[in-house]
C-alpha cells in the first residue's frame, strides 16, 4: 500500500513571525491540510492551492468536527498515499491533543512527524512584557490547563502543590472558570494579593491585558468582557511589566493592515513598527495558455529596437520562457530596454541585463511622455519597433499612442491575472468586527477581484475601511465602486504608500 504521512504541526500563538521554518516546508508539500480556528490564516498562504483544505475548527464550544472525526480523516487521507498537515494552535503536545492523534496514527501504522510549534503558556506572557523566570524573583513555573469542569467533586488538579511549590503560574483556557481558579489558590495558601494578568489575543493586534490580584481579577475581566482565548499568568513577575512591556508601545499596534497581493519586503516597515499584514492576495500571475506568440517574438527579437518591461512579473515570465524553451538570453544584444518602476528595473539587473532607460511617471503615461520627449525630431517614432510582454489583461493607452506617433508595436501575452481561490470567511469576519484599520489596492484588478471574493455586501464591508491605493486606474476602479480613497501617494509605489499610511496612524488620522 502507498501510505502517506502526517505531520502534526504546531501554528504558534498568532503572530506569523512565530510559524516555524520547518513547519512552512511541511505546509509547502502538503496535499491535505486539517486546520483549527485559532491558527493565524494567513499561514495558509503557503500552501498549494490545490491542496484539499478541511476546517476542523473549534470556536465558543461549536465543533466544526469531533475529535473522533479529526482522527478519522487525517488516517483515511493518509492511507490514500497523501501527505496531511494537522495544524494546531500553539504547540501540538501542549495542551492541543496531539498526543492523543499521534497514537491514532501509530496505532494506524502512518508515518507521521511532530513538528513543535512556540505555546502561548511562553509567548503570550513575553509579548506582554511578563518573564515567566527571574532570577530575582522566579525560578520555577508550571503550566495548567484552566478548562477543568468545576461541576465536578474532586479535582484531578494538585492545587496544592500548585499553589505552593512554583513560583509562577500559567492557566491556559481558564478564562471562564478564572473565578474558580483564582478561588482554589486562594484556599489553598496562594496569598490573595498576589499579582494576576490575563492576556487576550497575546502577540497579535487585538491582544489585550488585564492586570490584578487573585482577589479581584475575575470582577477585572468581567468589567471589560474579555473572553477565550486567553492565558492567565500567576505570580511576582507580573509586577515586571511595567518595565518590560514592549509589544504594546509599537507605534503601529493594535493596526491589521490588509495587502491584496503578496507579501514583499516592501511592506515590513509596517510589521517593525507593531501592525500585523493580513495578506489576501487576489491576483495570481500564471503562464498564457499558449506560448506561440512570445516564442515567435524571442526568436525575432534582433528586429525589434525597445523591450518594454511593465511589471516584475514580466520580466520573470519573459526570461524564463527564454531558459526553459532553450533560447539564447544574448540575442537580447543590442535591443534597449525600458522597464517601469524601481522593482521592475532590478528584476532586470538581477538576470545579468541593463537598463536604458525608465520614466519619471510608474504608469503608462509616463511611457508616452518618455517616448515623446526621445522622439522628437524627424519622423518620431516611425519605424521604431517596441515589444511589450505584459499580462493578458492589461491597458491600451501606450500601444495605441506609439501607433498614433507612426511607431510599431507587438503586445504579447506572457502571463495571464487570475483570481485564486480564497478562504474569505475569515476575512470577512475580521472586517465586519472592525479587526481590519487599512486596506491597499495596488491595480485595478486587485480591487475588482477582492470585491469578487467577498461577494454581497462587499461594497458596504469595505465602507468601514479606511482604503489606500496606488495608481490613476487603481483610484478610478475604486470610485467607479463609489468608495473613496482615504491615501493616495504621489509616487505609485509601495514604499510610497506605506509611508503614507504610516504617517496617517501616527498622525492619529486613522
Not at 482565548?229 to 513577575?237: L, Q, R, Y
Amino acid at each position: 500500500m502507498n501510505k502517506g504521512k502526517v505531520y502534526l504541526i504546531g501554528a504558534g500563538p498568532g503572530d506569523i513571525g512565530l510559524f516555524t521554518i520547518k513547519g512552512v516546508k511541511c505546509l509547502k508539500k502538503a496535499d491535505v491540510v486539517v486546520y483549527d480556528f485559532h491558527i493565524n490564516s494567513q499561514i495558509l498562504n503557503y500552501l498549494d492551492r490545490k491542496a484539499e483544505f478541511i476546517y476542523a475548527g473549534k470556536r465558543g464550544g461549536r465543533h466544526a468536527m469531533t475529535q473522533d472525526e479529526i482522527n478519522s480523516v487525517i488516517v483515511e487521507k493518509a492511507k490514500e498515499g497523501k501527505v496531511v498537515c494537522r495544524l494546531k494552535g500553539g504547540d501540538p503536545f501542549v495542551f492541543g491533543r496531539g498526543g492523543e492523534e499521534a497514537e491514532v496514527l501509530f496505532h494506524a501504522g502512518i508515518d507521521f512527524e511532530i513538528v513543535p510549534g512556540v505555546s502561548s503558556a511562553v509567548s503570550a506572557p513575553a509579548y506582554a512584557g511578563i518573564p515567566l523566570t527571574h532570577r530575582k524573583c522566579s525560578s520555577s513555573f508550571a503550566v495548567i490547563t484552566g478548562n477543568e469542569d468545576v461541576t465536578k467533586k474532586e479535582s484531578t488538579l494538585n492545587w496544592d502543590g500548585f499553589a505552593n511549590n512554583f513560583d509562577t503560574l500559567v492557566f491556559l483556557m481558564g478564562v471562564k472558570n478564572i473565578d474558580f481558579i483564582a478561588k482554589k489558590l486562594i484556599e489553598h495558601g496562594r496569598p490573595p494579593n498576589t499579582p494576576v494578568a490575563v492576556i487576550r489575543w497575546g502577540t497579535r493586534p487585538d491582544q489585550i491585558t488585564v492586570v490584578g490580584e487573585l482577589s479581584d481579577i475575575s470582577d477585572k475581566i468581567k468589567e471589560i468582557n474579555i473572553a477565550p482565548p486567553a492565558v492567565m499568568v500567576i505570580g511576582e513577575t507580573v509586577k515586571l511589566r511595567d518595565t518590560l512591556k514592549w509589544y504594546e508601545k509599537k507605534p503601529l499596534f493594535g493596526h491589521r493592515i490588509l495587502i491584496t497581493r503578496r507579501m514583499s519586503e516592501e511592506y515590513e516597515k509596517l510589521v517593525e513598527l507593531g501592525a500585523e499584514i493580513f495578506e489576501c492576495p487576489t491576483v495570481q500571475a500564471v503562464a498564457p495558455e499558449d506560448y506561440n506568440e512570445l516564442d515567435k517574438a524571442i526568436k525575432d527579437m534582433s528586429s525589434y529596437d525597445w523591450l518594454i518591461f511593465t511589471s516584475v512579473n514580466g520580466v520573470k515570465f519573459f526570461i524564463d520562457r527564454i531558459i526553459e524553451a532553450n533560447f539564447d538570453i544574448r540575442d537580447l544584444k543590442g535591443v534597449k530596454i525600458c522597464t517601469i518602476g524601481k522593482k521592475t528595473a532590478e528584476t532586470v539587473r538581477k538576470y545579468g541585463l541593463k537598463v536604458d532607460i525608465t520614466p519619471k511617471k510608474f504608469n503608462a503615461e509616463g511611457l508616452v511622455e518618455l517616448f515623446r520627449e526621445k522622439y522628437t525630431a524627424g519622423d518620431g517614432l516611425k519605424g521604431v519597433r517596441f515589444l511589450l510582454p505584459r499580462a493578458d489583461i492589461a491597458r491600451d493607452l501606450f500601444p495605441q499612442q506609439v501607433r498614433d506617433l507612426g511607431g510599431e508595436i507587438d503586445t504579447i501575452t506572457t502571463y495571464r491575472s487570475i483570481n485564486p481561490i480564497l478562504h474569505n470567511k475569515r476575512l470577512k469576519r475580521f472586517i465586519h468586527e472592525g479587526k481590519i484599520t487599512v486596506a491597499t489596492f495596488t491595480s485595478a484588478a486587485t480591487f475588482d477581484n477582492l470585491i469578487d471574493i467577498i461577494g454581497e455586501n462587499s461594497q458596504e464591508f469595505l465602507r468601514s475601511l479606511k482604503i489606500a491605493a496606488i495608481g490613476p486606474v487603481t483610484k478610478k476602479a475604486i470610485e467607479k465602486a463609489g468608495l473613496k480613497i482615504d491615501i493616495m501617494p504621489e509616487t505609485a509605489t509601495i514604499e510610497a504608500m506605506v509611508d503614507a499610511i504610516i504617517d496617517e496612524i501616527l498622525a492619529k488620522k486613522i
